[in-house]
């Protein structure tokens, strides 16, 4: 281990703070080990996610006595279930909870989640497990209510009733859910602080303390402001807190975690309570300079410490893209193809699910615009250029849809599923995915948008001709061609690589891992009323959409290639040359060389 790393087997230290790629992990296992063998009580290793908690239990495979008891390896919330809420639970009531993550995964008779609705206000209802509680008992709901029950709040509008009048009614559920021995994660973790700090729980407290010496929390930026006091709770015990954290990595603020207690947390350590790791052994020079740019909490430069391997080798440059999600694509894959990096690591990335499947070439019909016949080129788009068999199969299905819809077909309650149509309308499913065959056959020799419509009015209104009931004119369906969904033809049907095979994820899910390219998303536009992601990265504000930018960059360990649209390209530019980060940039096909 490095100087540094070394430095975490000091039992004076209560905060390791490291970037991405330290190698911290290997460390913080170290720490765990020799721990364990000096201490005559037990020691504990928390993280929040099972994947690091088995990460760490495989890395002590050598020592297997440390994972057996007194010590633990676990989750926070298991370590909280047991050593604190179960024993204290069985003992008042005689019977062991039930733990669930969250209400939503409990259902009644019916199947049906736990809602919240009001007696005059007909509908779906509010998910219960959309308000909380606070340590003080108070109930609370989203000032902006989460999609799934937008059209309940809508409801409740019109009758002149907010979420904030059914407080007491969920209050008053939860409450029950817990009466019959029911907890949720948060109702868990107010159920063990009570425990910390009751009076009546000294046989609870004492045993706690009697058995664990140390307990180390991973990703500690993660703790929300309830598991803070929780920590305060097992400190004031007399048991050694050892955090463990990247800052700037703290992504999950809407499942409350909460970055100023961290702050708070952090302020109250000496100097020589704190280690600081920066060096990383993952990524290249450059991409080590703009994740260090994305900083905003942790302290220090990240520094590259990546071995040099002739055989492996590393873009020195960052590489931005502007234009569209296949300019980023192409420019992606020559580059990754270039330095010999397998396709099983290379992945595009994005704040959400669906830009990350539009960046991977995983386009839905309906985003070529409104026009039928812009759909269907999308879908033939996507045929001509994929060999992935889902969306290949998902793109068949639409454009059969849209070609079926131009039946006319009778507004009743029988014909509404595709199978009842076909029946109506006297065809197989063999015979409408015939015709998506002969658009994809006709489409090869297409020159113009007007060829184009021209060929698909041919088709469609022959090949339905031999259906049961009538068609639609097929001159109103099918409409002019937009120029985005033509062009976007065009460059799917000369291409030679199959573009959409290429790996996708939103950044949340990829916390921890790495690979060796990343495509990363540059936000069209911010969500809600925030500003946009590369305005708060250049004015050094702290923010959760930088920090999942941060995330995103640090997985890249070779290349990273950033997708922007134009009109975001000169603010973006303008962030890397005040950086001096050295990239290269494309801007609709002409590239440009900065210093």
């Not at 700090?197 to 004492?206: A, I, K, N, P, Y």
């Not at 961290?262 to 994740?291: F, G, K, P, W």
Request: glycine share 6%; net charge neutral.
């Amino acid at each position: 281990m490095s100087d540094a790393q070394q430095s975490i087997l000091n039992p004076d230290i209560r905060l390791v703070e490291a970037g991405p790629g330290a190698g911290k992990t290997r460390a913080i296992v170290r720490r765990f080990i020799e721990s364990s063998e000096r201490s005559c009580r037990g020691v504990a290793f928390l993280s929040f996610t099972n994947a690091a908690v088995s990460e760490a239990t495989a890395r002590c495979a050598e020592t297997p006595d440390v994972v057996r008891a007194p010590n633990f390896i676990g989750t926070f919330d298991r370590f909280i279930h047991r050593y604190l809420v179960t024993p204290a639970v069985i003992r008042e009531t005689g019977k062991q909870p039930r733990y669930v993550d969250s209400w939503n995964d409990i259902s009644d008779s019916r199947g049906m989640t736990p809602k919240i609705r009001h007696k005059d206000v007909n509908g779906t209802g509010l998910l219960l497990a959309n308000f909380r509680i606070d340590a003080n008992g108070d109930v609370s709901y989203p000032v902006d209510a989460p999609r799934v029950d937008e059209s309940y709040v809508a409801s409740l509008k019109k009758e002149a009733i907010s979420p904030r009048d059914l407080l007491w009614k969920a209050k008053g559920q939860i409450s029950g859910l817990v009466r019959s021995g029911i907890y949720d994660s948060d109702q868990s973790r107010l159920k063990a602080l009570q425990l910390l700090h009751d009076g009546r729980s000294e046989w609870l407290r004492q045993r706690l303390a009697h058995r664990f010496e140390e307990v180390i929390i991973d990703e500690f930026q993660d703790c929300s402001s309830l598991d803070h006091r929780l920590i305060a709770g097992l400190k004031s015990i007399g048991i050694r807190i050892i955090a463990v954290a990247d800052p700037d990595q703290a992504i999950y603020e809407f499942r409350h975690a909460s970055p100023e207690a961290y702050a708070l947390y952090r302020s109250q350590l000496t100097a020589m309570e704190v280690v600081h790791l920066v060096d990383n052994y993952r990524s290249s020079a450059a991409i080590c300079m703009l994740v260090s740019s994305l900083r905003t909490i942790g302290d220090g430069q990240i520094v590259s410490k990546r071995p040099i391997d002739a055989k492996v080798r590393c873009a020195e440059r960052i590489h931005v893209v502007s234009g569209d999600s296949l300019d980023a694509r192409l420019k992606f894959d020559e580059l990754s193809t270039d330095l010999g990096i397998a396709r099983s690591e290379r992945i595009a990335l994005s704040a959400t699910r669906k830009g990350a499947a539009i960046l991977a070439g995983r386009d839905t019909i309906e985003a070529a615009g409104k026009h039928c016949s812009s759909q269907i080129l999308q879908g033939l788009a996507i045929l001509s250029e994929s060999r992935v068999a889902e969306v290949r199969k998902e793109a068949i299905s639409q454009i059969e849809d849209i070609i079926l819809s131009t039946f006319k077909f009778p507004d009743e309650p029988g014909c509404k599923t595709k199978q009842a149509r076909l029946e109506i309308a006297g065809l197989t499913p063999g015979d409408l995915r015939g015709i998506v065959g002969v658009l994809l056959s006709e489409s090869r020799g297409w020159t113009s948008p007007s060829a184009a419509i021209e060929s698909i009015r041919d088709v469609i209104s022959t090949e339905l001709a031999r259906g049961c009931i009538g068609i639609k004119p097929t001159k109103a369906r099918f409409k002019d061609i937009e120029g985005a969904a033509w062009n976007r033809w065009k460059r799917s049907s000369g291409s030679v690589f199959d573009l959409s095979a290429l790996a996708a994820a939103h950044t949340y899910a990829v916390k921890g891992k790495e690979y060796d390219a990343v495509l990363l998303d540059i936000e069209e536009s911010p969500k809600g009323g925030r500003p946009h992601v590369l305005d708060l990265w250049r004015s050094g504000e702290t923010h959760e959409a930088v920090r999942v930018l941060y995330v995103g960059a640090s997985r890249a360990r070779r290349l990273l290639v950033l997708a922007t649209s134009p009109r975001h390209f000169s603010t973006l530019r303008k962030i890397l040359e005040d950086a001096n980060i050295p990239t290269d940039y494309d801007e609709a096909g002409m590239l440009a060389l900065s210093l």
